[in-house]
């Protein structure tokens, strides 16, 4: 029977102790950020919405984000925000961004343009996030609802582009109440109970 010498021993340690590593760091990894995906339906009503005094009436097309720093989904749409502020920027819209109530937290450093607003009359009955809401060169609310549908978000399945470019075109949009089955977190905080 051959002997292993300690160098092929300490070798066949070391590996075993790698992957060992390797798997446990695999397993933090997929317990921390891989989450799976369960459809939601959220029905978005922006009945109660409104720009505030400061920016409501005519002016530019305004785009005001509805995010929450603790929702996962939040990821998957940022790309495609920062994409959207890339492009229409330029063209004259302006974007916004609340926060949900209570929460803490930073966009990106490549969404630092968008200016941040406290609230939001009307927001805080949203029923969840990621949210959008566009309002026209009118000050009229154009679109309320998701950025798309689906768990990913990206400019090939978005609503938005396809009502920017209409709003910069001058045609008429009113799609402030929508459906859609996706990625989103509550919007409202979690019930205390109480002692």
């Not at 994409?83 to 330029?90: A, G, I, R, S």
Request: net charge neutral.
């Amino acid at each position: 029977m051959p002997r292993f010498s300690r160098k092929t021993l300490l070798a066949c340690v070391i590996a075993g102790v790698s992957v060992i590593v390797l798997i446990l760091a695999l397993s933090w990894f997929e317990a921390r950020y891989v989450r799976s995906f369960s459809e939601r339906t959220a029905i978005f009503s922006g009945d109660q919405l409104q720009l505030p005094a400061e920016l409501a009436g005519p002016g530019a097309i305004r785009m005001v984000h509805f995010w929450d720093p603790a929702c996962p989904c939040n990821v998957g749409n940022q790309q495609h925000l920062a994409e959207l502020v890339k492009n229409f920027t330029p063209l004259g819209v302006e974007f916004f961004a609340v926060q949900k109530p209570g929460s803490h937290g930073e966009l990106p450093a490549d969404l630092k343009a968008i200016k941040a607003l406290p609230a939001l009359p009307g927001s805080a009955d949203l029923p969840a996030s990621p949210a959008v809401a566009i309002w026209d060169r009118e000050g009229k609310l154009a679109y309320f609802g998701p950025y798309s549908s689906g768990i990913t978000c990206n400019s090939s399945n978005s609503f938005i582009e396809p009502i920017l470019n209409a709003l910069k075109d001058g045609r008429k949009v009113h799609a402030s109440n929508n459906m859609a089955v996706g990625c989103f977190c509550d919007w409202k905080p979690a019930e205390k109970a109480e002692p």
